[in-house]
Structure formats: C-alpha cells, structure tokens
C-alpha cells in the first residue's frame, strides 16, 4: 500500500472511531442504558414512548392496499433467510478452524433489540425482529465471505466496486503479482491474529 493510501486509511479510521464517540454520546442523551444486554429506559421515555405510539388498526387504515399485497414476498424471504444462515454457519464451523481464521460471532452482527420501543405497535416491531435479523444476518454473512476472500484470494477488482467488506481495503492491487505473493501470507497471519 502506497504512503498516500496509508495516511487516508488511518484518517478514515480515526473518523470512524469518532463516529462511534458521538453515536455513544447520542445514545446517552437518549436517555437509555444497557445492562446485561438489555434496553432499559428511564421512565419518564418509557411513558412518552406510549404516548407516541399510533395504534395498529390506526396504522393499518394508512397504509396502503399494495403495501399489504407485498407482504408475501417480503416475508417469503424468510425461508432462504433462513437457510443461508444455516449454511454460512455450518461453513464457519467446518472451515473456519481447518484454515485457522477466527470465527466471526453471529451476535456482533445481528441485533433484535427494537421490539422494547414502547412507541412501536404490534405490527412495526414484528417488522423491525424482521429487519434486524436479515440485514444483520447479511453483516454476518459478508464477514465471513471477507475473511474467506481475504484468506484465498486478496485482490482488489479492477475497478472500484460500489461497497466493499472492511478487509478489502488491505488486499493487493489488482495487477501486483509480487504483492500478491509477498503479502498473501500476511493477510493470512492478520486473519489468525483476529479478535472480534
């Protein structure tokens, strides 16, 4: 990695550490804590959580006929969903140790925590244990592939990519062959030496 790349790469991380310093911050003066992974609010937020909350037959006369049309192939995903989890699971469990990569923790990614919003009805907390465990399972699932692609084939596409899991930053350009045979056992050692 050229020095330029380097110097950007430790600005854009301690940006990302002062990210989570103000979103620590935010939380604070949401005036909510958690204890043994539990969300406890103040109760003077709970009851104006109550307060806020609009009703489910409220809810559902505005909103629209198509939205409740689509609601089968919303909730049709959950199946694959499903699937994909336990296939993702089973390849860490089997390949993970045989190559030496640390495993990648299912809970650090997956987050079904809105249901205790008291400004939630019924309805919108089922969706959000629904969008908690699919686009947290997808966190999941991208991290495992990234540390898989990491340790197989570390090489940056030729052209920049819309999105790219954390550990791509760290792999070889694209047509550095010498990098890729100089640093390919580093990246692997990087992944052996991980704790999440």
């Given at each position: 990695?050229?020095?330029?790349?380097?110097?950007?790469?430790a600005?854009?991380?301690?940006?990302?550490?002062?990210?989570?310093?103000e979103?620590?911050?935010?939380?604070?003066?949401?005036?909510?804590?958690?204890?043994?992974?539990?969300?406890?609010?103040?109760?003077?937020?709970?009851?104006a959580?109550?307060?806020?909350?609009v009703?489910f037959?409220?809810?559902?006369?505005?909103t629209?006929?198509?939205?409740?049309?689509?609601?089968?192939?919303?909730?049709?995903?959950?199946?694959?969903?499903?699937?994909?989890?336990?296939?993702?699971?089973?390849?860490?469990?089997?390949?993970?140790?045989?190559?030496?990569?640390?495993?990648?923790?299912?809970?650090?990614?997956?987050?079904?925590?809105?249901?205790?919003?008291?400004?939630?009805?019924?309805?919108?907390?089922?969706?959000?244990?629904y969008?908690?465990?699919?686009?947290?399972?997808?966190?999941?699932?991208?991290?495992?592939?990234?540390?898989t692609?990491?340790y197989w084939c570390?090489?940056?596409?030729?052209?920049?990519?819309?999105?790219?899991?954390?550990?791509?930053?760290?792999f070889?350009?694209?047509?550095?062959?010498?990098?890729?045979?100089?640093?390919?056992?580093?990246?692997?050692?990087?992944?052996?030496?991980?704790?999440?």
């Open positions: 990695m050229s020095e330029t790349l380097e110097k950007l790469q600005r854009l991380n301690q940006l990302e550490e002062e990210i989570e310093q979103w620590d911050r935010r939380r604070e003066a949401m005036a909510f804590r958690l204890e043994h992974n539990r969300v406890v609010f103040e109760r003077e937020v709970r009851e959580h109550r307060r806020a909350r009703g037959w409220t809810f559902m006369s505005r629209r006929p198509l939205f409740v049309l689509t609601t089968p192939f919303v909730y049709g995903l959950l199946a694959p969903f499903a699937l994909l989890d336990l296939c993702v699971t089973l390849y860490q469990a089997v390949c993970f140790p045989v190559y030496k990569i640390a495993k990648v923790k299912r809970a650090d990614h997956i987050s079904i925590d809105r249901q205790h919003l008291a400004y939630l009805n019924g309805l919108q907390k089922l969706n959000c244990i969008c908690g465990y699919c686009n947290g399972l997808l966190s999941y699932v991208r991290e495992v592939a990234g540390r692609e990491q570390p090489i940056k596409h030729s052209r920049r990519l819309k999105a790219q899991h954390r550990h791509y930053r760290d070889v350009d694209y047509a550095d062959a010498e990098g890729f045979i100089a640093q390919t056992e580093k990246l692997r050692d990087a992944l052996r030496q991980m704790k999440d």
